[in-house]
């Protein structure tokens, strides 16, 4: 029966050798997978503040673009405005006859009503000035003012465009 309690307390002490290993094993384990587990943590509070950043600096840059274009936009607001006040004024001014728009014309047309340049001309140089129609001269007014009204514009988009352009730049 020795034997046999021998076999048994080897037995037993192998299966505790065993469970001890097992034991052993599973807390090496369970400390790797929580320092794993806390890196990670780490570098995903490291990513969402890298994240959060990057969102701020855009939402920044965002403000600082709306900011300037706000700004861009109120000050070629402004020179529309003018033009066209500008514009309305010489416009009513003219077509009421409260002004003239007198213009050159060149070679021997017809007396009546013309009188030479007043410019420093050479003799024989046939030059005359006449004045426009009022309704005329209020069209080519109302023409001018559209032109100096697509400039305005036109300037404000070529700039709102280098705005944009500086921004993709930055990207």
């Known amino acids: 029966m020795t034997l046999v309690w021998r076999m048994v307390g080897m037995a037993a002490l192998v299966s505790l050798g065993a469970c001890g ?7 090496r ?6 320092h794993i587990r806390a890196r990670a943590t780490t570098d995903e509070a490291q990513r969402a ?3 959060n950043e990057a969102i701020i600096l855009e939402q920044h840059r965002n403000r600082q673009l709306t900011q ?3 700004q861009l936009e109120q000050q070629r607001y402004q020179e529309i405005k003018h033009v066209q006040d500008t514009a309305q004024r010489l416009t009513l001014e003219l077509s009421a006859a409260r002004q003239r728009l007198s213009v050159r014309i060149a070679g021997p047309v017809c007396d009546g009503g013309m009188q ?8 024989g140089d046939a030059t005359y000035t006449t004045e426009l129609h009022p309704a005329v001269a209020a069209d080519l007014a109302a023409l001018a003012a559209d032109a100096d009204e697509c400039a305005v514009k036109l300037a404000y988009l070529q ?3 280098r705005f944009f352009e500086k921004r993709r730049a930055h990207e």
């Open 159 to 161: 700039q709102r465009e």
């Open 116 to 123: 030479p340049a007043s410019s420093s001309r050479a003799l």
């Open 49 to 51: 503040r890298t994240a």
């Open 29 to 34: 384990y369970a400390a790797e997978i929580s």
């Open 21 to 27: 290993a097992w034991e052993w094993q599973a807390i």
């Open 68 to 70: 300037a274009i706000t």
